[in-house]
């Protein structure tokens, strides 16, 4: 039983700060300024979200490709992946140092971290 304490009470420390370390993005400009530049990277995946409101790359050799626009302090998006389309919806966004996360249906849903990469 102490041992089983002694493991919650380390896994909810060490799970609060990686949490706790996101920032949320508030305004487009600030949005623009962390991805201008940069490729969004996770396994299989590389993005562009370019600050004139397009997204451009590759998930698991499909083409990416969308739109996107600021609304009400979140990132919406329009999203095509190998001809298909993923549809419409709206994230909140969240940084911390080279990530940022993506978080679907307005902070509700589930999310994405991407690393942040100079072009």
Not at 34 to 62: F, Y
Request: hydrophobic fraction near 40%; include cysteine; aromatic fraction near 14%.
């Amino acid at each position: 039983m102490f041992l089983r304490l002694i493991f919650f009470t380390l896994s909810c420390t060490l799970a609060l700060p990686a949490f706790a370390d996101f920032t949320t993005v508030k305004n487009e400009a600030q949005f623009k300024q962390i991805v201008a530049g940069k490729t969004l990277t996770r396994p299989l995946i590389k993005l562009q979200v370019s600050p004139d409101g397009t997204i451009s790359g590759k998930g698991l050799r499909w083409p990416v490709e969308g739109i996107w626009t600021w609304q009400n302090g979140y990132f919406c998006r329009d999203l095509y992946w190998g001809g298909s389309e993923l549809g419409y919806n709206c994230q909140e966004v969240r940084v911390h140092g080279g990530k940022i996360r993506f978080t679907s249906d307005r902070g509700k849903g589930d999310f994405a971290d991407f690393r942040l990469r100079s072009d």
